[in-house]
């Protein structure tokens, strides 16, 4: 009984009080901890860092290799686990179903809306960087839209 209640504590406070429950006073830990989380209710420590996630294109955080760079592992009575980074397989694809959706499933006015959308927002404060990786990713998802994309920034 002790276990199924250590497990719905988490949910339980994520629905109550909102994302960032952790944050409350009673609720935090002694220590600090770096989060993903930094927007939503509740909120009451500014983040350190404007973009918390990892990896970012604005040199935000990073693993302390000098500090962890040994092999995490622990072994069960099973077999051995191992912390690792996870490595892409052959059928690891992140383009083919968006492009099926653009090519087959939407007509031309919506790939019409889904250009005028993408190149507003990429027009909104992104950098020159993000950008380039943006374009490219729509050319690697359907190169006609991802063309019409790119041939609004030129």
């Avoid at 072994?75 to 087959?104: I, K, N, W």
């Avoid at 031309?108 to 507003?120: F, I, K, S, Y």
């Avoid at 993000?130 to 998802?141: C, G, P």
């Amino acid at each position: 009984m002790l276990q199924a209640r250590l497990f719905s504590y988490a949910d339980t406070h994520r629905y109550r009080v909102g994302n960032n429950y952790t944050q409350l006073p009673p609720n935090q830990t002694l220590t600090d901890v770096r989060s993903y989380a930094k927007d939503g209710a509740m909120r009451f420590t500014e983040p350190q860092v404007a973009r918390p996630y990892a990896p970012n294109s604005y040199d935000g955080p990073s693993a302390d290799e000098d500090r962890y760079n040994h092999p995490a592992g622990w072994r069960v009575e099973t077999a051995e686990m191992v912390r690792a980074a996870y490595t892409l397989h052959a059928d690891d694809d992140d383009f083919s179903q968006p492009g099926h959706l653009v090519r087959e499933v939407m007509d031309d006015a919506q790939r019409d809306r889904l250009v005028g959308n993408v190149t507003r927002h990429l027009r909104n404060g992104v950098s020159a960087t993000v950008r380039e990786r943006a374009l490219q990713y729509w050319k690697n998802i359907d190169a006609t839209t991802g063309s019409r994309v790119a041939d609004a920034f030129a």
